[in-house]
């Protein structure tokens, strides 16, 4: 079986915390903290990755999620429900795709059943 490759898509430093999001082409979502993986999904649309970190000493919640924009994937980053890193989210643009797709696809049936 074929592996596909993962790659990374940020890195964010938080105090002493090292956050790292990858993602593959199948939509395999994997959250490393400091090296270890806290946090793994898979998603075509994007996923929402929930975990613990340090924050001056204490421990705090952490939350990822992961979606599509105009420019492609994005993220948004929440530290005990405090917004780090937000991201424009644009799903006029996925439904438009979505959408696009669905009428290719009625439209290849439609000239396939014709000949």
């Known amino acids: 079986m074929k592996k596909f490759k993962i790659m990374k898509f940020s890195t964010v430093q938080f105090d002493d915390n090292k956050i790292e999001i990858f993602n593959s082409y199948l939509g395999k ?46 993220m948004d980053l929440f530290i005990d429900n405090v917004a780090v890193i937000q991201s424009p989210k644009s799903s006029f643009i996925i439904l438009f795709i979505i959408v696009g797709f669905i009428i290719g696809i009625a439209l290849i049936q439609m000239l396939y059943h014709n000949y």
């Open 29 to 74: 979502e994997t959250i490393k903290l400091n090296g270890v993986i806290v946090s793994e999904k898979n998603s075509i649309s994007g996923g929402t990755h929930t975990f613990k970190i340090l924050k001056n000493g204490k421990e705090a919640d952490c939350k990822i999620i992961l979606g599509y924009g105009s420019n492609g994937v994005v």
